[in-house]
Every structure is written in C-alpha cells, then in structure tokens.
C-alpha cells in the first residue's frame, strides 16, 4: 500500500469510530427518554458503586450550597471535596469513565474555590 492509501484508510477507520460513538450516544439517550416515560419496564443498570458515586455527589453539592455555622467557609469545601474525591473513586471502580472524569473537574474546582476562601481570611 501506499503512504496514501494508509492515510484514507486510517481517515476511514476514525470516521468509524466516530460514527460508532455518535450512534452510541443516540441510542443511550434515546434509551434515558424511553426510562423516563415508562420508568417501570427498565430496571437500573448502574452498578452499586455507581449507585453510590452518585449518592456522594449529590450530598457534596448540597454542602456546597448550604452554609456551615461551625467551621465556617473552609470546612464546607473540605467536606465537599473529600466526598467528591470518594465519589470519583467508585466512578472508576464501576469503569463509569466520564462520570469520574466529570466528578474529578467538580473536585479541582471545589479545591480552587477553597484557596481562595483561604486567601481571603489570611488579609
């Protein structure tokens, strides 16, 4: 074969895949509207730890957006990140890899927010 005969095979083979993960991506949402119209003909297919992942998220973001009395701003970030931390580690047990990616972001900005809370009580 020659050099061009690689590169429209190689451009033929990522058109697939591309192709193969837009389709994907279609039927699992199509798949989350049918669940949603007639939730009791599904039964859930996450796994428990995914189950669980999503539970420590959840509670996370309610930290976040209550208001702690005792610790004050610090602490609600600390809490915050250590559950999302916990959550992204089960993301990747049950191998939902865009759940922990997403969770993993959620913790960097959790963490940033938290160095500034810092920043600002220390002046």
């Known amino acids: 074969m020659m050099r061009s005969d690689h590169l429209i095979l190689a451009g033929v083979v990522a058109a697939g895949a591309a192709a193969s993960i837009l389709y994907t991506t279609r039927e699992k949402k199509l798949k ?25 998220v959840a509670k996370a973001d309610r930290k976040l957006k209550g208001y702690s009395f005792l610790g004050g701003m610090g602490a609600k970030y600390d809490d915050a990140a250590e559950l999302l931390e916990s959550a992204g580690n089960n993301f990747k047990l049950a191998k939902a890899w865009k759940e922990a990616g997403d969770t993993y972001l959620k913790l960097a900005e959790v963490h940033v927010k938290q160095m500034r809370c810092v920043a600002c009580t220390r002046q």
């Open 32 to 56: 989350d509207a049918t669940m949603m119209a007639h939730p009791g003909n599904f039964k859930d297919e996450r796994s428990p730890k995914e189950t669980l992942a999503m539970a420590l």
